[in-house]
């Protein structure tokens, strides 16, 4: 029985989303059993024997979000005009001879991610107002690739305000529920993706991830979520919270799924200069080549010691202070393994070793001195710098700029996008000085320098112990239930799960989260695999020998009616 009154039993789906004309049709019986849980070359499949339109199989996705989506609340924009469109331009042309990596896929895109005519949202009311909306004048660059590939862009997925937390709570929203059990949290930022993709309300969806918001949520919802190395794919389009840790990746209900999209997100674009060395440095697509069910054997294995021992890394790192208050921000940070994901944890690896790997446990494996070093890439100066570029080339035409933002709506952005601090935090510390990159003198030593010494002790330590990646614990305790109060959270309101892997956007490695298991009450456990620079086909290899040994994920059981909080 709940302990608070506060919660009440909503109305049904059908009282919180009327039909509306031409909204699309409740899907036949033969289409739930064809396209639930559907993998793309099985809907290749379904096209190339003409079992179904594209049409029919965008109003199937289509359907199951007006569905689901008053409970969940997965899904923000819904764009089912554009959808339809699409499908029935793609049903008319045809798939022709050789069809588009994704041709007919319905997909969904994070709110902050800019679809050409539609709000970009970035999770925040400020976006919304009306007369003064953030309206795309064009699609980021995964997106027209998406486009070009073929794909049915269903509408954008619910974050937090401007990707900045660890559940999916936003002010231009509302709160997201999991989609095994609607009172816990998803995990955030990409938490609307993460539960549309296990929900069976699209076939994949991008995620990004600053400090764990792909790999996060995908661990709460037995989903495979990819950060790619930084610079194999374009996060140009993207509203930024901070670009030099910002990352775009693929989330799927399957590695075959995550490839096939990865290879269509991937590639050098001028418009972000980070993806110059992609040509010449990445593994040659299509990721599907590496998809191999022996690729873990023989491969070894370890296991970061700071993860075990929930050392902390402050997330955008500590920017030059005195030891004394860097050692109480690092202090401030900690982040304790929970007793059951270090049990879910070391259950999930009997896979690994299944499939044929080794895996190293040592206390100088990633130790507490590798996350002192990651803790010193400071960003938080160079944050405006990254949302005055997104703003001057995807913003609406009423601002450009922050100053314009502020002169047109009457109220500055929030800090969060401008230096990420706020009064509390910065309470008792420097102010940060706002500045561009490229031009400051004191870079080398706030950001590239302790950058690069990070990236050299995470691979010396692979060749050292001779091993072709790290394993560990997508995050450092289960969904938390957010109807309840919250350990260590102020008041009742959740702001987890928290992870201890931001360092991997510190320094830029790829990682992947594939399903790892489920925890006693059922909700799920997410296994996460990093590897060397620029082997992001290596590690969906030992992502999909991983899934193919285990066979872990199984979909959620949804409800159409049930608990949320009051505040939303």
């Not at 401008?418 to 500045?435: C, F, H, Q, W, Y």
Request: charged share 20%; proline share 9%; net charge negative.
């Amino acid at each position: 029985m709940f302990k608070s009154l506060q919660w009440v039993l909503l109305l049904s789906l059908s009282a919180l989303t009327p039909r509306l004309p031409g909204q699309a049709t409740p899907p036949s019986a033969s289409a739930d059993s064809d396209l639930f849980e559907v993998a793309i070359p099985q809907l290749e499949d379904l096209y190339r024997s003409h079992r179904y339109t594209v049409t029919q199989v965008t109003r199937w996705y289509l359907a199951r979000i007006h569905r689901y989506n008053g409970i969940y609340r997965d899904i923000e924009t819904i764009d089912e005009q554009g959808a339809l469109a699409t499908a029935a331009r793609l049903d008319h042309e045809g798939p022709g001879e050789h069809p588009a990596p994704l041709w007919g896929v319905p997909i969904v895109i994070k709110a902050n991610t800019s679809i050409k005519g539609l709000v970009t949202t970035d999770g925040w009311k400020g976006y919304t107002i009306p007369g003064h909306e953030l309206v795309a004048p064009k699609d980021a660059t995964i997106v027209a690739r998406f486009r070009a590939a073929g794909a049915v862009i269903l509408g954008h997925t619910n974050m937090p305000d401007f990707a900045a937390s660890d559940t999916n709570r936003s002010s231009s929203f509302g709160r997201t529920g999991n989609a095994y059990d609607v009172r816990f949290s998803p995990g955030g930022s990409s938490g609307g993706t993460v539960t549309a993709i296990t929900s069976n309300e699209a076939v994949f969806g991008n995620g990004t991830d600053t400090g764990n918001s792909i790999r996060m949520p995908a661990a709460t919802s037995s989903v495979v979520g990819i950060f790619p190395t930084r610079g194999l794919v374009s996060i140009a389009g993207i509203a930024p919270l901070d670009r030099l840790l910002d990352n775009t990746g693929p989330i799927a209900r399957n590695v075959t799924d995550a490839a096939i999209a990865l290879t269509v997100m991937a590639g050098a674009d001028p418009a972000d200069p980070r993806t110059a060395d992609a040509a010449t440095k990445a593994m040659p697509g299509p990721y599907t080549r590496y998809l191999k069910p022996n690729a873990l054997k023989g491969k070894r294995f370890g296991v970061p010691a700071f993860i075990l021992a929930g050392a902390g890394i402050p997330f955008q790192g500590i920017c030059p202070e005195s030891p004394e208050k860097f050692a109480e921000d690092r202090k401030n940070a900690i982040t304790p393994l929970e007793p059951e994901t270090r049990a879910a944890f070391l259950k999930s690896l009997e896979g690994l070793k299944a499939a044929g790997a080794t895996i190293i446990f040592a206390d100088d494996i990633l130790p507490d001195s590798f996350a002192e070093i990651a803790s010193h890439v400071c960003t938080l100066p160079y944050i405006k710098q990254g949302t005055e570029t997104f703003l001057n080339t995807y913003g609406p035409t009423q601002y450009r700029s922050a100053e314009q933002y502020a002169e047109v709506v009457g109220s500055p952005l929030p800090n969060t996008i401008l230096n990420g601090m706020n009064d509390v935090s910065r309470k008792d510390r420097a102010p940060i000085v706002e500045t561009n990159l490229e031009a400051d003198s004191n870079a080398e030593t706030t950001y590239f320098k302790p950058r690069r010494e990070a990236l050299a002790a995470y691979e010396e330590a692979l060749t050292r112990f001779h091993l072709d990646g790290f394993v560990y614990p997508a995050t450092q305790m289960p969904p938390p239930d957010e109807t309840m109060p919250q350990k260590g959270e102020s008041g009742i309101i959740s702001g987890g799960p928290h992870s201890a892997t931001s360092w991997v956007n510190m320094i830029g490695v790829p990682a992947i989260v594939v399903p790892g298991g489920f925890y006693p009450d059922g909700l799920p456990f997410g296994l996460e695999i990093s590897a060397r620079p620029w082997r992001d086909g290596d590690l969906l290899g030992y992502a999909y020998a991983y899934e193919q040994q285990t066979h872990h994920r199984k979909p959620p059981v949804l409800v159409e009616q049930g608990l949320l909080p009051d505040a939303r």
